[in-house]
């Protein structure tokens, strides 16, 4: 692992950490529709397109475990399933598909709402509880538009990072 690797890697640490705690600290925030976003999903699916395969997996993994230990899910849930997600993230974005704007907000679409609505599906739905569609509509829907918002921003962020550290490492 080459120093600038390390730091990109740190660097890469200290945004979920700053994310993680922004998204945790209540009224930090303000909440629309009553709901906080999800800022780790949106972080984590933007390192996954500027990393390899496995450094994206490992920070999905990461911030999978962050909203493990934040959102009191079972424990790996979230790990799961994110970890997989970066991972092909970054198959399609070394092999497939272009890194830009449109790609990313595509992904942070398709990732928010897959990993949203799994939740819903696995806390609310098989739980048995009596409205699930209202909390779906009411609860994750706009914490899905909300976190959705952050993509943009995160997707700069780490895309700046990973251009200026690789091109000093060059």
Known sequence: MSRYQGIRFFAYFLEILVLFMVQ?????????????????????????????????MAFG??????????????????????????????????????????????AGILGIFLMLSLQWFFCYLLYGYEFPGYAYVRHYLPRMGYSLLFMPLTYYFNRALALFLRERED
């Open 24 to 56: 945790e600290t209540p009224g930090l925030l303000p909440a629309v529709f009553g709901v906080r976003p999800t800022l780790l999903i949106p972080a984590a699916l933007s390192i996954a397109f500027f990393e390899t395969e496995l450094s994206g």
């Open 61 to 106: 993994v990461l911030c999978g475990l962050f909203l493990d230990f934040g959102l009191g899910s079972a424990f790996g849930f979230h790990a799961l399933f994110l970890g997989a997600m970066c991972w092909l993230l970054g198959c399609l974005a070394a092999e497939l598909i272009r890194t830009n704007l449109l790609t990313a907000i595509l």
